[in-house]
């Protein structure tokens, strides 16, 4: 159980194009989604915490209007990298978590590489 | 200081041996405590939940958490080849709020 996917798995772009990102909870109900990225050979750097309905909450220093995080159902959540630009190169990763059930911790897609040329 | 503090190392051991893996913090209001696997370009996995004070084990791995210390360990016993990857730890004061992470350790199992 807790199974999360990510779509698409690996992604190249050209320089001032948006990419999309989806994350679901395939078999529970995520109440709340959270973006990560994370550079080679580093940890984890939390973008921004999302609950359904509701607008994403970003950390500082992400900027909202270039990573759009949409929350609009309890399964699926997505990250719309706007005019991506070669620095945006990265690995994004979701979480999900539930309420109950064993579900009430971070469960994680299997990350998105971003490459943009 | 961090609030998390984690050696990155890499810990380097042979197929067989007791490896342990911890993580110091300095914010005594944590009280659940994850231990997470993460492989080379993969997401993380959950490996270990606990919550508050004591033991938990499943399998080859144990967790131990030690809150008057601020000290949690992962154990794993005759580690293979296949447990090579990078363990994270990450802790939070309350189940709804957000993970803290440690920066993660490289371990290496050697044939």
């Known amino acids: 159980g807790a199974v999360v996917s990510q779509h698409p798995s690996w992604v190249i772009c050209k320089s001032g194009t948006s990419v999309k990102i989806e994350c679901r909870s395939l078999?529970?109900?995520?109440?709340?989604m959270f973006w990560y990225r994370q550079f080679p050979k580093q940890s984890l750097m939390l973008m921004a915490t999302?609950?359904?309905?509701?607008?994403?909450?970003?950390e500082q220093g992400v900027e909202k209007d270039k990573f759009l995080i949409n929350h609009a159902s309890l399964t699926l959540s997505t990250l719309t990298v706007t005019s991506a630009h070669p620095e945006d190169s990265s690995f994004y990763i979701c979480?999900?978590?539930?309420?109950?059930?064993?579900?009430?911790?971070?469960?994680f897609g299997p990350g998105t590489r971003l490459t943009v040329l | 200081q961090k609030e998390v503090e984690q050696d990155p190392g890499p810990l380097s051991v042979p197929e067989g041996a007791i490896v342990s893996l911890n993580c110091t913090y300095s914010?005594?209001?944590?009280?659940?405590f994850m231990w997470y696997r993460q492989y080379s370009r993969k997401g993380p996995e959950l490996l270990m939940y606990?919550?508050s004070s004591g033991n938990k084990e499943d399998g080859r791995f144990t967790a131990q958490v030690d809150k008057s210390s601020k000290y949690i360990s992962l154990f794993i016993r005759d580690s293979q080849p296949s447990d090579s990857a990078t363990y994270l730890c990450?802790?939070?004061?309350?189940?709804?709020?957000?993970?803290?992470w440690g920066a993660g350790t490289k371990l290496i199992i050697k044939p």
């Open positions: 979480s999900a978590r539930g309420q109950g059930g064993g579900t009430d911790t971070q469960y």
């Open positions: 078999d529970f109900q995520a109440t709340t």
């Open positions: 999302s609950n359904e309905g509701s607008k994403a909450t970003y």
């Open positions: 914010n005594s209001a944590f009280q659940y």
């Open positions: 606990t919550y």
């Open positions: 990450a802790m939070s004061a309350n189940s709804n709020y957000q993970l803290i």
